[in-house]
């Protein structure tokens, strides 16, 4: 199969596929096109149609968590409701790959973000996401997990004296 890239965008891209076997070429849009049957033309004699959506869709979701939270623990409880997610029979049918904790993405101002990835049905990825979201939520309260938010300082008049790094203690 080749691919020739037609139109390129942040979230809606189309190639032309060329299919090999039967010497079709379709138009394939990742955001999914009406069925191919409505959509038939010919493009140097041969058929041009518009294909459904790819086979999939990712979950992609960095969640925040206090830097005085045990990580090990954090992840566990993020697996658990990814788990219990994936075997809901509401969700069940939506969901490919289960919701993990994939890694630590970044050590943020504020906490360090959790990276959670898994796999859909097609154009499910984001209820599923927010599903999760909310699982979450619920769990961190359960569990004490904080999720962090920034924090400002105020000072009004004279700043508070700097600490004494680097000095060495009197004997």
């Known amino acids: 199969m080749a691919l020739l890239a037609k139109e390129i965008a942040i979230r809606k891209s189309k190639v032309l596929v060329i299919d090999s076997d039967e010497s079709n070429i379709g138009l ?15 493009f140097g004699g041969k058929k041009l149609l518009f294909e459904k959506t ?5 979950i992609n979701l960095d969640v925040s968590v206090s830097y005085n939270d045990d990580l090990d623990h954090v ?4 697996n658990r409701v ?6 809901d029979p509401v969700w069940k049918e939506a969901i490919i790959k289960e919701p993990q904790a994939l890694r630590v993405n970044n050590f943020g101002d504020s906490g360090i973000d959790i ?4 796999d859909t049905q097609p154009m499910r990825q984001w209820e599923v996401t927010g599903q999760l979201r909310l699982r979450l939520k619920k769990a961190f309260d359960k569990e004490g997990i904080e999720i962090p ?3 400002t300082k105020l000072y009004f008049g004279n700043a508070p004296p700097a600490p004494d790094y680097g000095k060495k203690a009197k004997d």
């Open 28 to 42: 394939h849009s990742r955001l999914g096109m009406p069925k191919p049957e409505d959509f038939m033309n010919y």
């Open 54 to 58: 790819k086979e999939m869709s990712g």
């Open 75 to 78: 992840m566990n409880v993020i």
């Open 82 to 87: 990814g788990h219990e997610l994936a075997e």
């Open 115 to 118: 990276k959670i990835t898994g």
């Open 149 to 151: 938010w920034p924090h």
